[in-house]
């Protein structure tokens, strides 16, 4: 499966059509305390290994665009690069390594037998006297439950997850850092995790991967339909806890990873994934938004979702607002945990369809410790050009998002309002909201 890494998906198949209805939504952020943090990786892109033949659904997607013929020379992937670069100091690899090797086919997909190790060990050996620092080493890819082309028992898995440890220890005894082992990079499946966590035993497996593509194939009819529904959307959650759940009890020692993720798997679905319904803003999440994760409590419709972070390298938050209703224009007002309960004047709330119409509502949000400065906001709003959403064009604050006629980025610059006016977001659309005067005593 190609990596198509999908974290803001909002599509619709026709232009978006003026709101007819217009609703408040009240956001509370908890700024006292993170409720996760994520790494500097946790968006990344990736130059995928297919050639230009391979073909799914009738189409050959990939031309020049793999990592085995693509032109690394090309002025305007350095400029990609560069546009990345203050992202990262340098690459941390992480190998995978091939768990069928010296298996046999039993039955259908289900191979058994013992591993053989000795293609790994020798890679592991030629990476140590080259004297490259691997950061981690997979087992396998997409063998657990039921598998994908393959598949194998969760405790033959897990006695080859040892034998692949024990040599690992004695490789690496006198290197200072120590490679992670990964496992076991396949979709989740409750008991055959569950039992691999058991047989592995303690601090064998450092890391735990699933694979994730919740909207199914690339040549799926719903694929619209899907990512236009929150309670689709939504069902990830409860991936996500139950694999949580499978770790703390059967696995405390390890971490929890999303190892391979997408929208729809095979290349993706033409005219979705290649377009605005697929938006990567991968660029906006890395300047903005920072490790700590904060609880965001909303009395919102589902079709709002809201994530708020720690503002990165900078004071205050950042909120990231999704609206996947396509006739809905939300009123934002935005509180302080700390401060949620103190009375409040409230004007009306005028509705209709212009969207000058609006909320007005004073509210302590700001936390007694924030800044004596200018109390604005920044605001970088994501929409399809003339209004297509499934435009290959997104436009930042009513400006298309294009290259330079030099190649460069464009520049990423937001708008700014007094924290006193309304927060806007439009149908079918996605902002990033920078707070910097919001207390959260988390974040500093």
């Known amino acids: ?48 290994w297919w050639p230009r033949d391979k073909c799914d659904y009738k189409q050959c997607p990939w031309g020049n665009a793999s990592v085995i013929n693509l032109d690394l020379s090309h002025p305007l992937l350095a400029k990609a690069i560069q546009g990345l670069s203050v992202c990262f100091d340098k690459a941390i690899v992480t190998f995978g390594l091939n768990a069928l090797y010296g298996r046999r086919k039993i039955k259908g997909i289900t191979w058994g037998g013992d591993w053989d190790s000795s293609n790994a060990e020798n890679l592991m050996k030629y990476t140590l006297s080259k004297g490259y620092q691997i950061d981690s080493w997979e087992f396998g890819n997409e063998l657990s439950g039921s598998g994908i082309g393959a598949r194998v028992g969760a405790e033959q898995y897990g006695k080859d997850v ?27 499946h409750q008991e055959w995790y569950t039992k691999l966590l058991q047989v592995s035993g303690s601090s064998v497996v450092n890391v735990v991967t699933h694979h994730l593509y919740d909207l199914g194939a690339g040549d799926d009819p719903n694929l619209i339909s899907r990512i236009m529904d929150p309670s689709h959307l939504s069902k ?27 929208g729809a798997y095979n290349s993706g679905g033409h005219n979705v994934s290649d377009t605005f319904v697929n938006s990567f803003c991968a660029l ?46 939300f009123i934002i007002n935005v509180e302080n945990h700390m401060n949620a309960n103190l009375p409040t004047n409230e004007r009306k709330i005028q509705t209709g369809s212009h969207l000058t119409r609006s909320l007005k509502k004073t509210v302590a949000w ?3 410790k924030a800044s004596d400065g200018p109390l604005y906001r920044e605001e970088y709003h994501l929409t399809p050009k003339d209004g297509h959403l499934q435009s290959a064009t997104s436009v930042l604050n009513g400006i298309p998002l294009v290259l330079t006629d030099a190649g460069e980025v464009p520049k990423l610059n937001p708008i700014l309002n007094s924290v006193k006016s309304p927060l806007y977001i439009a149908p079918l659309s996605i902002a990033f909201v920078v707070l910097p005067n919001f207390d959260a005593p988390a974040c500093v």
């Open 162 to 188: 040892i034998k692949l440890k024990g040599f690992m220890n004695e490789l690496y005894k006198k290197s200072i850092l120590k490679p992670s082992l990964i496992a076991p990079g396949g979709f989740f």
């Open 284 to 329: 906006l999440w890395h300047r903005l938004m920072g490790k700590g994760v904060l609880a965001v409590d909303t009395s919102a419709s589902p079709y709002l979702h809201s994530y708020a972070h720690c503002s990165k390298g900078r004071a205050g938050i950042t909120l990231l607002l999704i609206n996947l209703s396509n006739h809905t224009d």
């Open 236 to 262: 990830t959650t409860e991936i996500f806890s139950n694999l949580q759940k499978t770790v703390q009890k059967d696995g405390p020692w390890a971490s929890a990873w999303v190892g391979e993720s997408g």
């Open 366 to 368: 700001v936390g007694r």
């Open 1 to 48: 499966m190609g990596f198509h890494l999908t974290l803001f998906l909002v599509l619709v198949s026709l232009p978006v059509i003026l709101a007819q209805e217009v609703r408040p939504a009240k956001i509370v952020v908890d700024g006292t305390k993170t409720v996760a943090e994520i790494d500097d990786n946790f968006i990344c892109a990736t130059v995928d």
